[in-house]
């Protein structure tokens, strides 16, 4: 369908876009962190406390998982540039690979093969593959609604924000409702295997659903001509990361936001189940990261219009850093820790920057792929976002390997109620200061990106002068 307003600007690329647009194209973030961002949470801890795996075991297939992806991504990134689908260039794979994706999410958090590390690995590989195959196209439809760098921003705001709605749904629904349903209420063991597989089937249908929405509310406008796309190959993909500096910025900025998140998330049960002492409360502490989102996306416009994008990141970066040191200084002294409500206070603190400022950097995909397009005439939206994919995917493999090795290391054992005080301080680790280095180097990495608005405003005019040349 047509979802430009009537207010399209006489250029053709900067086309401005309907709420209706916006709302739909962000139903596709919110159905895949409803099925993914559970994966990325709770799968750990399903892994070592349900379904019955070492801590060591896990982390090495969450590593092979990652490996694999880094193969796969490519491919996909060109095969979807090559490839016009009928249902569309880019919208055609939220269907394609929304249906395995759905049946491999609820087969991942079944327990009919308790201990069986091939089941795991099957389940997680598979369903990896398919999460690219939507991911990466996705990616790239952000890029192929318009040119225009404000309404970009707005598409990336509502987008956020309802990929905090999804957010919100995982981090509060999933152990509420899995808690709710577990006998004894305990969701850490065994017992509660059908309660993890009932919520998590829910999860992905819905997921499903909202998929199917997204397409139907969106279409590809600014893409490559078809005899272009005939040029592009796997190798692109390399070619592309060496030759575009502000590409390279953006992905090693995505790895580490990536897994600054991947690792605080991945740590978040094991926190408030064995350093906290409620595990009850985790879904009011994850909740927490998420609630600022729908207070301050909506004013990132004019946040960035105020002070810029880079100082945007600079400034709520360093928010997110104080909320750390403040989690930090609760935890280690046992009568701030025991009022939870300074905890909330201090996940609510950082939550905010880190929302802000990893929500924020999707708005410069579209960015560094006009950039491309500038430099070498195709516009090769899908291998762009294959780069970027494969650097937030180590970022998540990261936050799947290091919480694994760091709870192996520091001998965590959850079949013990409690545990070791080196064992607690591992978490904590992986809670605060893991995510806060990684936050420092996500700030000198995002210092080093050069495509102010008016740069790329001007590279966007001067495609679009030659289109009509």
């Known amino acids: 369908m047509d979802t430009a307003t009537p207010r399209e600007s006489a250029s053709r690329g900067f086309y401005?876009?309907?709420?209706?647009?916006?709302?739909?194209?962000?139903?596709?973030?919110?159905?895949?962190?409803?099925?993914?961002?559970?994966?990325?949470?709770?799968?750990?801890?399903?892994?070592?406390?349900?379904?019955?795996?070492?801590?060591?075991?896990?982390?090495?297939?969450?590593?092979?998982?990652?490996?694999?992806?880094?193969?796969?991504?490519?491919?996909?990134?060109?095969?979807?540039?090559?490839?016009?689908?009928?249902?569309?260039?880019?919208?055609?794979?939220?269907?394609?690979?929304?249906?395995?994706?759905?049946?491999?999410?609820?087969?991942?958090?079944?327990?009919?093969?308790?201990?069986?590390?091939?089941?795991?690995?099957?389940?997680?590989?598979?369903?990896?593959?398919?999460?690219?195959?939507?991911?990466?196209?996705?990616?790239?439809?952000?890029?192929?609604?318009?040119?225009?760098?404000?309404?970009?921003?707005?598409?990336?705001?509502?987008?956020?924000?309802?990929?905090?709605?999804?957010?919100?749904?995982?981090?509060?629904?999933?152990?509420?409702?899995?808690?709710?349903?577990?006998?004894?209420?305990?969701?850490?063991?065994?017992?509660?295997?059908?309660?993890?597989?009932?919520?998590?089937?829910?999860?992905?249908?819905?997921?499903?659903?909202?998929?199917?929405?997204?397409?139907?509310?969106?279409?590809?406008?600014?893409?490559?001509?078809?005899?272009?796309?005939?040029?592009?190959?796997?190798?692109?993909?390399?070619?592309?990361?060496?030759?575009?500096?502000?590409?390279?910025?953006?992905?090693?900025?995505?790895?580490?936001?990536?897994?600054?998140?991947?690792?605080?998330?991945?740590?978040?049960?094991?926190?408030?189940?064995?350093?906290?002492?409620?595990?009850?409360?985790?879904?009011?502490?994850?909740a927490l990261g998420s609630i600022p989102a729908f207070i301050f996306m909506p004013m990132v416009p004019a946040i960035k219009r105020s002070i810029g994008k880079k100082r945007m990141f600079y400034v709520f970066l360093t928010v997110a850093i104080i909320g750390m040191a403040m989690l930090y200084v609760i935890s280690t002294v046992p009568a701030l820790k025991a009022q939870l409500w300074l905890v909330y206070v201090a996940q609510f603190v950082k939550s905010t920057g880190i929302i802000v400022a990893t929500g924020y950097m999707w708005a410069l995909v579209p960015e560094v792929i006009s950039y491309s397009e500038w430099k070498t005439g195709k516009r090769i939206s899908g291998v762009v976002n294959a780069l970027t994919g494969i650097f937030f995917k180590a970022g998540f493999a990261l936050g799947g390997v290091i919480p694994g090795l760091v709870l192996a290391w520091t001998g965590f054992n959850a079949a013990a109620v409690e545990q070791s005080a080196r064992a607690q301080q591992g978490i904590l680790w992986l809670v605060v200061i893991i995510p806060a280095i990684l936050l420092v180097l996500a700030m000198f990495i995002i210092s080093k990106y050069e495509l102010e608005d008016d740069k790329i405003d001007q590279i966007n005019r001067e495609i679009e002068a030659r289109h009509r040349s």
């Open 16 to 286: 401005k876009l309907s709420a209706l647009t916006r709302i739909g194209f962000g139903a596709g973030d919110l159905a895949q962190n409803l099925i993914y961002q559970t994966v990325a949470t709770y799968l750990l801890f399903f892994y070592t406390n349900v379904f019955g795996i070492s801590p060591g075991a896990a982390a090495f297939m969450f590593l092979v998982v990652r490996v694999v992806d880094v193969l796969w991504d490519p491919f996909v990134g060109a095969f979807v540039d090559k490839h016009n689908p009928k249902l569309g260039k880019y919208r055609a794979y939220l269907i394609i690979g929304g249906i395995p994706l759905t049946g491999l999410a609820i087969l991942s958090f079944w327990n009919g093969f308790s201990g069986q590390l091939w089941y795991a690995y099957v389940t997680y590989v598979t369903l990896s593959l398919c999460y690219t195959l939507i991911n990466v196209p996705y990616g790239a439809l952000n890029a192929s609604l318009t040119r225009d760098t404000d309404e970009i921003t707005k598409l990336t705001s509502t987008r956020m924000f309802m990929a905090n709605l999804g957010g919100l749904a995982v981090q509060f629904g999933v152990p509420a409702t899995i808690q709710y349903f577990a006998p004894n209420n305990d969701w850490s063991k065994p017992a509660a295997s059908g309660a993890w597989f009932a919520v998590m089937s829910v999860y992905a249908l819905v997921g499903f659903a909202l998929l199917v929405y997204c397409y139907t509310q969106t279409k590809e406008r600014v893409v490559m001509d078809e005899s272009v796309g005939d040029t592009v190959s796997y190798s692109d993909l390399f070619t592309e990361f060496l030759r575009n500096r502000p590409l390279r910025i953006l992905a090693f900025f995505f790895i580490t936001a990536f897994a600054m998140m991947a690792v605080g998330n991945s740590a978040s049960a094991y926190y408030m189940q064995y350093n906290v002492g409620h595990p009850e409360a985790l879904k009011w502490f994850n």
